[in-house]
């Protein structure tokens, strides 16, 4: 039980790379995800579902960025952020995919994603955005900007805060710039 309390308290604060026990009380991704809706549904929010994995390190960037004290409570404020674990190695004991991660993310996307990817729908699971944006003049090829590390990716993010949060204030947007500069 104390070990389910870790897992949990973890997963609330976001962390990737949580290890999943076999535990048969371990939620499913399907399961956080509804229970993610329902309370963004309470508290007038859209989800912010982020695809993770320990070994990323570009997750690690994105974790990074959106625990800090400036950035946080600005996405605190427009989404319910829920992690799940995909894409762990088979032979790491320590860090294991969230379960039914596979089933969700081809649900939403093309599993042959890079990481991080980071998944916008309404309260009600309606898809608003993601983070894999089209490459400008190319009809028929699109990018994941995993963490945003140049204008292309930084643009992009700022085109799903304006999809996911479109009362998100210029003061906001000018804080979240700041950072990523």
């Not at 690690?60 to 605190?76: G, K, S, V």
């Not at 590390?149 to 204030?169: I, K, Q, V, Y």
Request: with cysteine.
């Amino acid at each position: 039980m104390k070990s389910m309390h870790a897992v949990l308290l973890l997963g609330l604060l976001g962390s990737p790379g949580v290890s999943q026990t076999t535990d048969r009380d371990v939620p499913t991704a399907n399961q956080m995800l509804t229970e993610a809706e329902a309370t963004a549904s309470s508290q007038h929010k859209n989800v912010m579902l982020i695809f993770s994995a320990s070994w990323c390190a570009s997750c690690h960037l994105q974790q990074i960025f959106l625990a800090d004290p400036t950035i946080r409570p600005i996405f605190d404020k427009y989404f319910v952020k829920l992690v799940v674990v995909h894409g762990e190695r088979l032979n790491d004991t320590r860090h294991q995919d969230t379960p039914g991660v596979d089933q969700l993310l081809d649900s939403l996307h093309d599993t042959n994603t890079s990481l991080p990817l980071t998944v916008i729908l309404s309260n009600s699971g309606k898809l608003i955005v993601d983070s894999v944006r089209p490459v400008y003049g190319r009809r028929d090829i699109r990018a994941n900007i995993g963490f945003p590390d140049g204008p292309n990716g930084t643009d992009w993010l700022f085109e799903m805060l304006r999809r996911g949060a479109p009362s998100l204030t210029s003061s906001e947007t000018q804080i979240i710039h700041t950072w990523l500069l």
